[in-house]
């Protein structure tokens, strides 16, 4: 089997500092690693994919540690298209989700634009100290930014339950404005795995009961002045 060349590259960040930015570095490393054979499989074990390898592909097939930091590039689909594709991935939607994804306002990130992000871990503050509160301040001082709302279904396709199992995190907020959910308070969305597969459900520090884990995961734009496009 033999791959056209990609021409959409999210760059892929390795634990030890490496990153591959282009095509070219990304089928070097595969094939100096001997992981063509590993990428043939999995690609043959999805009756969807028609030849051309996805970034969720190539990265379980070198099976690296993700850092909490990567990018990535919506493609051009319509919000009904990226929701629909991911229910046939076997992705689930908690209560309100679909509602507050197909309205509009949602609609509003930009095809082709490079979304650098970055992830920081709960295992980075105290039990006492994993607030919203020191969490925004943490971002703030590190200059990141609010993602927009509709990068989650992006989010949630390249990001699968592995990638978030390897980078340490269980739940991953998308740390976007907060919006008002079918329980009566302001959340977010979040990006979860499960026994039962893929989730994106909302939540926030304010549902009663309900405390952020060091298995959580808090995601912002990386550096949102430099939006670039590929």
Request: net charge negative.
């Amino acid at each position: 089997m033999s791959f056209p060349m990609i021409t959409r590259v999210t760059p892929i960040y390795l634990r030890d500092g490496t990153v591959l930015s282009t095509a070219v570095e990304i089928v070097e490393y595969i094939q100096q690693n001997g992981l063509w054979d590993k990428l043939v499989g999995i690609m043959e074990g999805r009756a969807d994919v028609v030849m051309i390898p996805t970034i969720a592909m190539v990265a379980a097939a070198i099976e690296d540690p993700l850092t909490p930091h990567f990018s990535v590039i919506p493609f051009p689909q319509t919000m009904q298209m990226i929701l629909r594709d991911l229910a046939q991935d076997g992705c689930q939607f908690g209560r309100g989700v679909e509602g507050i994804l197909r309205d509009p306002m949602a609609d509003n990130v930009t095809s082709g634009l490079v979304y650098e992000c970055s992830i920081l871990l709960g295992s980075e503050f105290s039990d006492t100290d994993r607030t919203l509160e020191t969490i925004d301040r943490t971002a703030i001082e590190r200059g990141y930014g609010e993602p927009p709302i509709g990068l989650v279904p992006f989010l949630r396709q390249y990001l699968t339950d592995d990638m978030l199992c390897r980078i340490g995190v269980d739940t991953l907020l998308v740390m976007h404005a907060p919006v008002c959910g079918d329980f009566g308070c302001f959340c977010r969305m979040a990006l979860q795995r499960e026994s039962d597969g893929p989730w994106i459900i909302l939540d926030g520090d304010d549902f009663p009961g309900v405390g952020w884990t060091r298995r959580d995961g808090f995601l912002y734009l990386h550096n949102p002045s430099a939006l670039s496009t590929m």
